[in-house]
């Protein structure tokens, strides 16, 4: 669920590119761009990655068909991008990963394993 190394250092590049498309997208005005500032601050930082990712997934939608700040290429990138982080979750590097951490479970061995059980 938290992938270290090389695959962890890609889904934060991949955060980081989710976060700048929703910030350096000029539609909506000054109020629009601060409500968008939340889910990509917290994007970068890695905290709710999936639901984060389905906002942004959302506001392209939005932007897209009402207000018509984006052209068809652009958005579908952009549904590409926060489709496959939705899916794909935030990486090691993440506070989700600090927070929730790996998980192992062990499963002990059953007692009483006889001949032909």
Same mark, same amino acid.
């Given at each position: 669920?938290?992938?270290?190394g ?11 590119a +989710?976060?700048l &498309?929703?910030?350096l997208?000029p ?6 761009q601060a ?7 917290g994007?970068?930082l890695?905290v709710l990655?999936?639901l984060l990712?389905?906002?942004?997934f959302?506001? &392209? ?6 207000v ?12 590409l ?8 979750g ?6 989700d990963a600090r927070?929730?951490g790996?998980? +192992? ?8 394993q006889?001949v032909?059980?």
């Open positions: 669920m938290f992938p270290a090389g695959p962890g250092a890609g889904l934060l590049l991949l955060r980081l +989710v976060a &498309s929703l910030l997208h539609s909506g005005g000054p109020l629009m409500m968008l500032a939340l889910p990509a601050i994007l970068c890695g990655t999936p990712a389905t906002v942004c959302l506001f &392209s939608f939005h932007d897209f068909l009402v018509g700040g984006a052209t068809l290429p652009e958005t579908g990138i952009r549904f991008i926060t489709g496959a982080l939705a899916l794909l935030p990486g090691a590097l993440s506070l927070l929730f790996r998980r +192992v479970i062990t499963v002990p061995p059953r007692k009483n006889g032909g059980e």
